[in-house]
């Protein structure tokens, strides 16, 4: 079974930065696309960041040029770079990865609070 695991939340001010971590098992990694989504306290999860297989990258608006997406395929490891963090990118922050499109596996994410 496909287990991403997030790390690297915590607590920061606006203007402030983050690198989230998500390391997965189960798959071969470097055939598989990376999806990071968001949800926001009462919200529904919503796709943030994208690295596909082939290192291309695609954003959500709101967060293009401020977010960056990699991965490093001998760590099984894919990163999201958070910089000029704001009020609303608080909640939590998952990962999803599979060959063609998300998968249904998915991990327990990670908490980011953007305080004022």
């Known amino acids: 079974q496909v287990q991403p695991v997030e790390s690297g939340g915590g607590s920061v001010q606006i203007g402030g930065s983050l690198r989230l971590s998500c390391t997965v098992s189960g798959t071969i990694f470097s055939i598989v696309n990376v999806y990071w989504y968001h949800q926001a306290p009462g919200k529904q999860r919503r796709f943030v960041a994208l690295i596909n297989r082939d290192n291309r990258r695609d954003y959500v608006d709101s967060v293009k040029g401020r977010f960056t997406v990699s991965r490093d395929n001998s760590k099984n490891t894919a990163y999201l770079q958070m910089t000029s963090l704001k009020p609303e990118d608080t909640g939590v922050y998952y990962c999803?990865?599979?060959?063609?499109?998300?998968?249904?596996?998915w991990g327990q994410g990670t908490q980011v609070f953007v305080s004022s």
């Open positions: 999803n990865v599979g060959p063609l499109g998300p998968s249904d596996d």
